[in-house]
């Protein structure tokens, strides 16, 4: 499996789910499981993708206590997730924490913690009460989190150059915000084009709307794989 591609499995029912993992095909994409979809079907609808072959990124983005984050952490490891993530604003010692308990795993999920959501702009940050840029926030957060013991973090491309040219080799860069050129950015804020994406440093894209919302999700994604190839 080579593809950099992750498909949103944002959908409110888990038939809905399994009806586009059946239309699509591990060889093209991994899946990523997130909050909705998670919460209405559970462990079981992460282990039947499995089952159909495809590597899960569960994103649940957990952000609590370290002891609790940790907890959250190893379930998602014990479910055998291909990458499970935090928040990097969870602090340092949330990440260490999380970072510990995958120790005693052979194979242990890739860790990722989230830097600035690609929904936000400068003026949500600002109302937040940070003076920093996106791009400067997720420079800061990436190196925090680096410095913790994660595997890479989640930003948008426009930041990737940046974190390419600063952290360490390895470091993976997981990318949302990722539209085909004309589709709508919805609520998303940093957007760029898949293949944008690649050539600015991102290792791995994560698309929902501009797949699972077109007339022809399998056509898109062939549509997507076209451009970054
Ligand atoms: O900063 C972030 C972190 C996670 N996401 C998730 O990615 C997908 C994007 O969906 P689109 O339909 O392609 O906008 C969605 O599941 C988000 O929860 C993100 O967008 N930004």
Same mark, same amino acid.
């Given at each position: 499996? =080579?593809s950099?591609?992750?498909?949103?499995?944002?959908?409110?029912?888990?038939? &809905?789910?399994? &009806?586009?993992a059946? +239309?699509?095909?591990?060889?093209?994409?991994?899946?990523?499981?997130?909050?909705?979809?998670? =919460?209405?079907?559970?462990? +079981?609808? @992460?282990?039947?993708?499995?089952?159909?072959?495809?590597?899960?990124?569960?994103?649940?983005?957990? *952000?609590?206590?370290?002891? =609790?984050?940790?907890?959250?952490?190893r379930?998602?490891?014990?479910?055998?997730?291909?990458?499970?993530?935090? *928040?990097?604003?969870?602090?340092r010692?949330?990440?260490?924490? &999380?970072a510990? @308990?995958l +120790?005693?795993?052979? +194979?242990?999920?890739?860790?990722?913690? @989230?830097?600035?959501?690609?929904?936000?702009?400068?003026?949500?940050?600002?109302?937040?009460?940070y003076?920093?840029?996106?791009?400067?926030?997720?420079?800061?957060?990436?190196?925090?989190?680096?410095d913790?013991?994660?595997?890479?973090?989640?930003?948008s491309?426009?930041?990737?150059?940046?974190?390419?040219?600063?952290?360490?080799?390895?470091?993976?860069?997981?990318?949302p915000?990722?539209?085909?050129?004309?589709?709508?950015?919805?609520?998303?804020?940093?957007?760029? =084009?898949?293949?944008?994406?690649?050539?600015?440093?991102?290792?791995?894209?994560v698309?929902?709307r501009?797949?699972? &919302?077109?007339?022809?999700?399998?056509?898109a994604?062939?549509q997507?794989?076209?451009?970054?190839?």
């Amino acid at each position: 499996m =080579t593809s950099p591609v992750l498909i949103a499995l944002d959908y409110a029912s888990e038939a &809905a789910a399994l &009806a586009l993992a059946e +239309q699509l095909s591990p060889e093209l994409c991994r899946l990523k499981v997130g909050k909705e979809l998670f =919460t209405r079907s559970g462990p +079981q609808l @992460v282990e039947k993708l499995q089952g159909m072959g495809y590597e899960i990124f569960l994103d649940l983005k957990f *952000h609590d206590i370290p002891n =609790t984050v940790a907890g959250a952490v190893r379930a998602a490891a014990d479910l055998g997730v291909w990458m499970v993530n935090v *928040h990097a604003s969870g602090g340092r010692r949330m990440m260490e924490a &999380a970072a510990d @308990v995958l +120790q005693s795993y052979s +194979q242990p999920p890739l860790l990722i913690a @989230v830097t600035v959501l690609t929904s936000m702009s400068e003026a949500d940050l600002q109302e937040l009460g940070y003076s920093e840029s996106p791009a400067q926030r997720v420079q800061r957060l990436a190196a925090l989190a680096d410095d913790s013991g994660m595997d890479g973090v989640v930003c948008s491309a426009l930041e990737a150059p940046q974190l390419r040219a600063e952290r360490r080799e390895g470091f993976c860069l997981v990318t949302p915000g990722i539209r085909l050129a004309g589709d709508s950015a919805g609520d998303q804020r940093r957007v760029v =084009t898949p293949a944008e994406a690649l050539a600015k440093g991102s290792d791995y894209l994560v698309i929902g709307r501009s797949v699972t &919302a077109a007339a022809e999700p399998l056509k898109a994604l062939k549509q997507v794989q076209a451009e970054i190839a």
